[in-house]
């Protein structure tokens, strides 16, 4: 049996992911260990998304050869997925193994493990399959992958390429899995997927139908349930009332926004514009006066210029959202957006960058501000910390058990966490 260690870069699909090859090794009699320590096997799923996140995986790689000379790497996810060659000419990298490729990849792991060569028992050219998968934070929060791939076409995005068409299981085998997450002892599950909001294909059940069955089937220890990122566009009145109807359901909604400039957002061929984002994010505020709200943003699109970036932050400042996720615009071969003209200088990627940041700063502590007195259910990851419903991270005065859901008022059992924030709190 062998000593297996697994990293994950990128987004909550690879986590999960990750977790059930884990839980499939494991299964096999393997042990699991941690990234830092000495094991036989390194197990790396990769992203990207970024130029950055694949040099991490380069870096990961090269460390891991450094420390443990002996050691066999196999690599996989969306990088190994795109550009398998930059991958396997690295020292000890002995498999990279696609996406496609992961529901088997356990058998894989297992042939290299027990014979230190194996025939590989994978397909290349197998087609997208969906593999159901979770993972989970402290038997505290499970997140549950429903939906995987992506229809759109983003100009910026070589997701649809590493992932594969939009794609989802029907509920009754999702229901499968979420009754095996309540089993296990988890608080709160998080539905999550590439294009959430797309749930549906190829078998034509609704995304509703889908959480309805949820709401009616899932016991009743399982408290809350959470959505990942929605498309704007899909964010139908529908889902929002029956967020609103069911008090299990987080009011907790993160919308990518990408830009505040319509002719950003045309060449970035997303499919609504401002008007659309602003109408969505009252629609949430008129159900829910203190939902959490995050967005998405890329500053330095090709073509950006210093105009279209002070809209975006004009508009960026004036939202009631309660925190940004900030990326430079980062070029991916074989993207529309690589090739277009105008690039934005990277420094200026960064600067831009830097001011959203403070923005979304700012943002964070007027949301912790409006929740203050407020009533709240804390689940508690730490002994002291955990969150709200509405994605509030609060330090609580008395520890408790991690995996307990304890009521307070915000502000004075718990008090808001907001990194980062140097700003005068009074
Ligand atoms: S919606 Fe656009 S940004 Fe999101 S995964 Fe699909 S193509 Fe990429």
């Known amino acids: 049996m062998a000593r297996i260690a697994l990293h994950t870069l990128g987004c909550k699909l690879n986590f999960s992911e990750t977790a059930a090859l884990a839980r499939q090794l494991s299964a096999q009699g393997h042990t699991i260990t941690e990234w830092d320590v000495p094991a036989d096997i390194y197990v790396l799923n990769t992203c990207t998304v970024t130029h950055q996140a694949e040099r991490k995986a380069h870096k990961l790689i090269r460390q891991v050869r450094r420390r443990t000379p002996a050691a066999q790497v196999v690599v996989t996810g969306c990088y190994a997925q795109l550009r398998p060659e930059a991958l396997q000419k690295l020292e000890g990298v002995v498999l990279v193994a696609s996406n496609q490729e992961k529901p088997r990849l356990a058998e894989a792991i297992n042939a290299i493990a027990r014979q230190n060569s194996f025939e590989l028992p994978l397909e290349r050219e197998s087609k997208w399959d969906f593999w159901i998968t979770h993972s989970g934070e402290g038997r505290t929060r499970a997140f549950l992958k429903v939906q995987d791939g ?83 566009n899909l964010l139908s009145d529908e889902l929002l009332d029956f967020v609103a109807a069911h008090t299990r359901w987080a009011p907790h909604f993160h919308l990518p926004l990408q830009s ?74 074989g993207t529309p957006a690589a090739n277009f003209s105008n690039p934005v200088p990277w420094p200026e990627r960064l600067r831009r960058s830097e001011v959203l940041r403070e923005i979304g700063l700012r943002k964070k502590y007027t949301f912790a501000q409006k929740c203050y007195n407020q009533p709240a259910e804390v689940l508690l990851e730490t002994p002291n910390e955990g969150l709200t419903a509405n994605y509030l991270r609060v330090h609580l005065k008395t520890p408790r058990l991690p995996g307990e859901l304890v009521p307070v008022i915000i502000g004075e059992e718990a008090k808001p966490i907001i990194q980062g924030w140097r700003g005068n709190e009074n």
């Open 150 to 232: 992506c229809d759109y076409k983003c100009s910026f995005c070589i997701v649809p390429q590493a992932r594969g068409p939009s794609r989802s299981l029907p509920p009754e085998k999702i229901i499968e899995e979420a009754l095996r997450i309540a089993e296990a002892g988890f608080k709160e599950i998080v539905l999550t997927g590439i294009n959430l909001g797309d749930y549906g294909k190829p078998h034509g059940v609704s995304f509703i139908k889908l959480l309805q069955g949820l709401e009616a089937q899932t016991p009743s220890s399982v408290a809350r349930f959470r959505l990942s990122s929605i498309e704007p």
């Open 260 to 333: 505040g400039s319509d002719r950003i957002l045309g060449l970035m061929r997303r499919r609504y514009r401002r008007k659309l984002y602003e109408k969505r994010i009252e629609a949430i505020l008129q159900r829910f006066p203190t939902a959490g709200i995050g967005v998405d943003v890329i500053v330095g699109f090709p073509g950006e210029t210093e105009k279209d970036f002070q809209e975006t932050k004009r508009f960026i400042a004036d939202l009631p959202v309660s925190y940004l996720h900030v990326f430079p615009y980062s070029e991916r071969p």
